[in-house]
Structure formats: C-alpha cells, structure tokens
C-alpha cells in the first residue's frame, strides 16, 4: 500500500465505464454483511455532503472548475498570496457553517453508536460528520476551522471568519499561521495511516461514499481491506475508481441509498 505518496502523485484520470469487470452482490448481501458485522469502517468523500449543498471537487459546477489547484491548494500557492488562500478558505468555511448534515451524515453517525468496532475516516473538511454526531473520526484532509502555525506547527480552532488586518496567526508564539488543511504535495499524517491501515486490516466492512477515487488514497483504503477479508460497498451514483474493487455497489445518492439500506439492516435485526 503506498501510504506516503503526495496527493498530487495520485492524480489520474477518471475511469471509464467498467461496470463488467465488477462483481454485482445483491444489496440483501450488503445488509447481510452489515448485519452481521462487528467491525465496519466508512469512508468518506465530497458527495456524502452533496445533499448539503456543499459542491463537490470535480465536474462542471465542482470546485476546481472554479478555482486552480496551484494557486489555492499548494503550499507554494500560499507563498504566493498568502492573503487571497486565507481568504478563499475562509469563504469556504462561511459557506460550510451555513450547510446542514443530510440523512447520509445522520445514518454514519447511527452507524458509530450501533458498531462496537467503528472508524470514519473523511477527506472532507466541510466538519458535517462531526456536527452529525460521529466522533470516532479522521479527517485525513484537515479541517476548516483550523489553522496551524507556520514556524511551531501547532493546530488551533481558528477564531476568524474574515480575515484581519495582522492576517491569522499563532495564539503561542504569534508566528503567521495557515489553513489546517492538506494540501497538494504534502504527506499525509503517518500516524493517522498507521491507525487506519491497523483498523482496516481487522474491519468486517467498508463502506466508500461519494468519492471519485481520482485522489487514490480510498482505493487503497478500500482495497486494503479487502485483501484482509472486508466485504466492500459502495455508495455513489457515478462509476469511480473504488468500483472494480467494490463487492457491492449501491448507485444511488448517498442521503437517499443510505437511509434505504440502514432501515433495511435495522429491520433484518428484529
Ligand atoms: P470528487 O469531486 O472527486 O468526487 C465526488 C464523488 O461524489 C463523485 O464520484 C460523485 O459521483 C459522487 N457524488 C456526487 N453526488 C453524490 C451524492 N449525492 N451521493 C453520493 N455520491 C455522490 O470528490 P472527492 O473524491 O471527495 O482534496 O475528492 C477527493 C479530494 O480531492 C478532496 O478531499 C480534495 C480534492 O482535491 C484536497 O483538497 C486535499
């Protein structure tokens, strides 16, 4: 599994239809699978928060139709024009706070109270999940309401929701800060992977929803897991890059496809 690769390393295209190399398991398997499962893992992108009103990343109305990776998204982009990303963000941020979790955020939050085994591990960094309830949560891409110092690293909420005149900076050593946010050719934290990889090889069940996959790391994820006996769902109207590896694919949107089958494992169960 490469783990350490930077993100931008992972981009590719997306891939063309392959439904025919996928195995088809009924959903009556999924709910089985759930069903019978001590230890599930969800994995999440930006469609969960689609039904939100959050845009997701790529596709006409996405975000990178609208902006440049480079410029808002890279750490030399921040070197640039410190200013412009910190405001960008927090443009983002104010839309993120005006947004309200969906069913799909409420039924992965349900999934948390009911698992005794359970991790979410989220490249979002909307914060729906957190404000659903989960807490057994990675956010392996940051978080928008953070900020971390550019000279001593250390992460704080951040107080701002426009940007000062002094711009943001450490409330320890008063250095210029930065969003707390993963940017393109950056690690990801080893340590986050090391507790991910650890939970995923003993998780009886993965379910991926609403990622394209053309950011790699859930592929990995996903078949990581699967190689060590996880039974795969996904979750997302589109063919991505997770499918070939998925057992079970649930084509729907994320807040409807959710609800439907978490009603349908609940049921099984009385
Ligand atoms: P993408 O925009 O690449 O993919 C969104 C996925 O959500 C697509 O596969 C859609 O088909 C699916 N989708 C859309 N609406 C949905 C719905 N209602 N229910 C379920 N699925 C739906 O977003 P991500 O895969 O999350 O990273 O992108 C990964 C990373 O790339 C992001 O975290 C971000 C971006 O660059 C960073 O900024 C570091």
């Not at 990343?57 to 990303?85: C, H, L, Y």
Request: hydrophobic share 35%.
């Amino acid at each position: 599994m490469k783990r350490q690769e930077s993100v931008l390393d992972r981009i590719k295209e997306t891939p063309d239809e392959r439904e025919s190399m996928m195995t088809h398991d009924t959903e009556n398997t999924a709910v089985y699978k759930l069903r019978e499962a001590r230890s599930v893992t969800v994995i999440t992108g930006a469609g969960v928060s689609a039904e939100s009103g959050i845009p997701t990343f790529r596709g006409p109305d996405g975000t990178w139709s609208n902006a440049k990776i480079e410029d808002v998204a890279t750490p030399e982009g921040f070197q640039r024009n410190p200013q412009m990303v910190w405001e960008w963000y927090l443009r983002r941020r104010n839309e993120y706070a005006g947004a309200q979790p969906n069913p799909a955020h409420d039924v992965i939050a349900a999934m948390e109270q009911h698992y005794p085994e359970f991790l979410l591990v989220t490249q979002n960094i909307d914060t729906l999940h957190t404000r659903a309830g989960n807490r057994k949560v990675l956010e392996i891409h940051g978080n928008i309401n953070q900020a971390r110092c550019l000279r001593c690293d250390t992460v704080f909420e951040n107080p701002h929701f426009t940007l000062p005149e002094n711009s943001i900076t450490c409330p320890k050593c008063h250095a210029p800060a930065r969003p707390h946010i993963l940017w393109f050719g950056e690690m990801y934290d080893p340590a986050q992977l090391e507790q991910i990889n650890h939970f995923l090889a003993a998780t009886d069940v993965v379910l991926v929803v609403g990622t394209s996959g053309v950011v790699t790391t859930p592929v990995y994820f996903a078949l990581y897991a699967k190689q060590h006996g996880a039974y795969v769902i996904e979750v997302n109207p589109n063919v991505s890059e997770v499918s070939k590896d998925a057992h079970c694919h649930l084509r729907q949107n994320a807040g409807v496809a959710l609800p439907q089958l978490w009603q349908a494992v609940m049921a099984e169960e009385q």
